[in-house]
C-alpha cells in the first residue's frame, strides 16, 4: 500500500513513478478524497471540544445553583445532544470516504525505486552478469527435459491429467526422488546460510491475500475454496509474510530471514506454447522461498544479499545461468526493484526465470501493518519485506534434465545431488 501522506504531499512525483510501470494511475480522486477527509476530521475535532466543554459546563453551573430543569441547562442538553448527533454523521462520512480511499489505494502497485531502470516491458530489462558458461552442455541434440523424463519413466502427464486436468504432472520413482532430493538441499544451503525454516499453512485466508498484494487485482490468478474464506498458496511469501501481520517488532530482533517449503498453486490461464507440457508452466508446483524482514535502511543491500542466496543453488548445481534487472515496466505488483535469474534450457535455446528476488520496501507491511519500534526513537516505522524463489524446483529439475543429459539417453546427477539420491545417473 502507498503512503497516503506521499500522495498527498507529492501527487506529481507518486503520479510520474506510478505510471513509468507503463499504465495510467489516477491518483486524484484519493487527493481529494484525502482533502475532504482531513476537512471533516476538523470538523469532528470542534465539534468533539464543544461537546467536552457543554459535559463540563452543565455540572458546573448546576453546582453554582442553576435549576437542573430550568431553560438555561435544558437548552445546553438539547445543543449537546445536537452536537452528539452531528459527531456521528461526521464519523459515518469519514468512514465512508476512507473505504473509498482504501478500495483505490490497494489497486495501487509499489513504486518503482529510483535505481529501477525505466522501460515498457521485458524486452527492456537489463542483464547484469552470466555464470556458468564452462557448463553449458556441448551435447547438440538434447530432449526437451519432458521428452527425455517420460523416456526415463520418471514423468507422467496422461494420469496426472486424468485424476486432476492439463497442467499438472506426476513425478514417478527416481522423478519424485529427485524432487525431494532438490527441496532437501534447497533448505538445507539456505538454513546454512542463517534462513530460519517454516513449514507454513497452505490455505490462506483473504486477508493474508490482500496484506501481500495478490488481492484484490489477482483473484483470477488463485485457486479459491468455495465454502471457505480460505485460499491455496500461490507461494510461501503469502503465509511467512503474514506470520507478522498486525504485529510490531523490536528493531534489535531485525533482520529476520525465513525460508520455507510449500508446493504452491497458479492458474496460469492463457496458452504458452511449449509451455504447455513439461514443468515449467504448472497450476501446482512445488517452491522453496526466501523472505526477509529488515530495516529500511538496509533493504537494498539485503537484496542484493537474498540474490546471492538464491545464485548459490544454482552455482552449486552447476547451471549456467543469468542474473537480469527487470525495468520498470514489468515489475511485479509488490515491488519497487526486482532480480530475476535465468537459467539455461538448451532444447529451447533460451534463459528461462527460475527465482525472481524482489525488494517490497514498506509496500507490503502498510497493507499489512508489520511495524518496528527502535528504543532511541518515539513511534513505530514500517518494515521493509524481500523474498525471493530459492528455487522454483520443477523448473530446476527441467533444467538438470536437460543440461546434465547425456548422448546415450541417460542424465547425470549434479555431484552435489548425488549424496542426497545415492545415485549418479538416472
Not at 458546573?60 to 430550568?70: N, Q, R, V, W, Y
Not at 483473484?219 to 503465509?239: G, I, M, N, Q, Y
Not at 522453496?288 to 546471492?308: I, N, Q, R
Amino acid at each position: 500500500m502507498l503512503d497516503i501522506k506521499q500522495l498527498r504531499e507529492n501527487p506529481q512525483l507518486v503520479r510520474e513513478r506510478l505510471n513509468s510501470r507503463g499504465d495510467k494511475y489516477d491518483i486524484q480522486p484519493i487527493v481529494d478524497f484525502n482533502e475532504q477527509q482531513r476537512k471533516l476530521e476538523a470538523q469532528r475535532t470542534q465539534l468533539q471540544a464543544r461537546s467536552n466543554e457543554i459535559a463540563k459546563t452543565i455540572p458546573g453551573k448546576i453546582k453554582a445553583g442553576l435549576d437542573p430543569k430550568g431553560p438555561e441547562i435544558l437548552a445546553l442538553r438539547e445543543e449537546g445532544s445536537a452536537v452528539k448527533a452531528e459527531i456521528a454523521t461526521v464519523e459515518t462520512q469519514e468512514k465512508e470516504i476512507t473505504a473509498k480511499i482504501q478500495e483505490i489505494v490497494l489497486t495501487l502497485p509499489n513504486l518503482p525505486s529510483e535505481s529501477t531502470p525505466l522501460g515498457k516491458s521485458e524486452e527492456d530489462n537489463v542483464e547484469v552478469r552470466r555464470w556458468g558458461d564452462e557448463y553449458l552442455p556441448q551435447n547438440p541434440d538434447i530432449l526437451p527435459h519432458w521428452e527425455i523424463a517420460e523416456k526415463l519413466g520418471i514423468l507422467n502427464t496422461e494420469r496426472a491429467v486424468k485424476v486432476a486436468q492439463s497442467r499438472f504432472v506426476a513425478l514417478i520413482g527416481a522423478g519424485a526422488a529427485l524432487e525431494r532430493a532438490l527441496i532437501q538441499f534447497m533448505l538445507d544451503r539456505q538454513i546454512a546460510a542463517g534462513y530460519i525454516e517454516v513449514m507454513p499453512p497452505i490455505l490462506i485466508n483473504t486477508e493474508s491475500l490482500t496484506a501481500t498484494g495478490q488481492l484484490p487485482k489477482f483473484a483470477e490468478e488463485s485457486f479459491k475454496c468455495a465454502d471457505d474464506d480460505l485460499w491455496l498458496t500461490p507461494t510461501a511469501e503469502v503465509p511467512v509474510t503474514n506470520f507478522y501481520r498486525g504485529e510490531i517488532l523490536a528493531a534489535e530482533d531485525l533482520p529476520i530471514y525465513h525460508c520455507a517449503y510449500t508446493p504452491c498453486f497458479r492458474r496460469e490461464a492463457g496458452s504458452y506454447g511449449r509451455d504447455m507440457r513439461g514443468l515449467i508452466r504448472l497450476h501446482q508446483f512445488n517452491k522453496v522461498e526466501l523472505l526477509k524482514f529488515v530495516h529500511p535502511d538496509t533493504s537494498f543491500e539485503e537484496l542484493e544479499k537474498l540474490t546471492e542466496n538464491a545464485e548459490a543453488i544454482l552455482q552449486a548445481l552447476q547451471l549456467p545461468y543469468r542474473v537480469i534487472e527487470l525495468c520498470t515496466g514489468d515489475l511485479g505488483f509488490s515491488s519497487a526493484k526486482t532480480y530475476d535469474l535465468e537459467v539455461w534450457l538448451p532444447s529451447s535455446g533460451k534463459y528461462r526465470e527460475i527465482s525472481s528476488c524482489s525488494n517490497c520496501t514498506d509496500f507490503q507491511a502498510r497493507r499489512g501493518n508489520i511495524r518496528f519500534k527502535e528504543k532511541s526513537k518515539k513511534g513505530t516505522q514500517f518494515i521493509h519485506t524481500l523474498n525471493g524463489s530459492g528455487l522454483a524446483v520443477g523448473r530446476t529439475m527441467a533444467a538438470i534434465l536437460e543440461n546434465y543429459q547425456q548422448s546415450d539417453g541417460t542424465v547425470r546427477i549434479p555431484p552435489i545431488l548425488q549424496p542426497y539420491l545415492g545415485r549418479e545417473v538416472l
